[in-house]
T-cell receptor
């Protein structure tokens, strides 16, 4: 597609439910990143993929959070047993290159998924 | 741990005023530096970036930023703001060997017509 597409745009869920957030990167982009942005704060790194391989998941806050990118394209961020503190904007970004060359080619961010846990 | 700080949480200016938004980072090695902008209801867009070379970087929409290595700073400037510049501005850093951004907390800019 022309840009990074995230779905749903808005998600309201009850505490304790599982949610799956989807990111469809730009076609051919090698690397894919997930960030979380709480209200009034800057985006915070969660995890990163090169193709289908999860290279770094150090930013995932706990084991309720997981992500996959099984075919090296679309990625899903799953949050199990959601809690109110999980409420945030979840952003995905992709880049044509990987590693420290990714910045040379630039990153494109999606519009994000606004998750509200009630 | 690497961190990025932005000096102002909210800046309010009148149209045609000059703008300078401060950004400092804590990482001591070589870094790549970015400014992103988020207009109301839209996604993050790249304003400008610095990798090497001339420390004065020009971006889109008349924005520029100056990298001062000795001060670990990358301040964003615009000589004359417009109402359409109302947005949230994020400074971000990637270490030269790294992959992911470390973002600052953001500065909200409100330009009064």
């Amino acid at each position: 597609g022309a840009g990074v597409s995230q779905s749903p745009r808005y998600k309201v869920t009850k505490r304790g439910q599982d949610v799956a957030l989807r990111c469809d990167p730009i076609s051919g982009h090698v690397s894919l990143y997930w960030y979380r942005q709480a209200l009034g704060q800057g985006p915070e790194f969660l995890t990163y993929f090169n193709y289908e391989a999860q290279q770094d998941k150090s930013g995932l806050p706990n084991d309720r959070f997981s992500a996959e990118r099984p075919e090296g394209s679309i990625s899903t961020l799953t949050i199990q047993r959601t809690e109110q503190r999980d409420s945030a904007m979840y952003r995905c970004a992709s880049s044509l290159e990987s590693g420290n060359r990714a910045g040379d080619y630039g990153y494109t961010f999606g519009s994000g998924t606004r998750l509200t846990v009630v | 741990a690497q961190s990025v700080s932005q000096h102002n949480h909210h800046v309010i200016l009148s149209e045609a005023a000059s703008l300078e938004l401060g950004c400092n980072y804590s990482y001591g090695g070589t870094v790549n530096l970015f400014w992103y902008v988020q207009y109301p209801g839209q996604h993050l867009q790249l304003l400008l970036k610095y990798f090497s070379g001339d420390p004065l970087v020009k971006g889109i929409k008349g924005f520029e930023a100056e990298f001062i290595k000795s001060k670990f700073s990358f301040n964003l400037r615009k000589p004359s703001v417009q109402w359409s510049d109302t947005a949230e501005y994020f400074c971000a850093v990637i270490p030269n060997y790294g992959q992911n951004f470390v973002f600052g907390p953001g500065t909200r800019l409100s330009v009064l017509p």
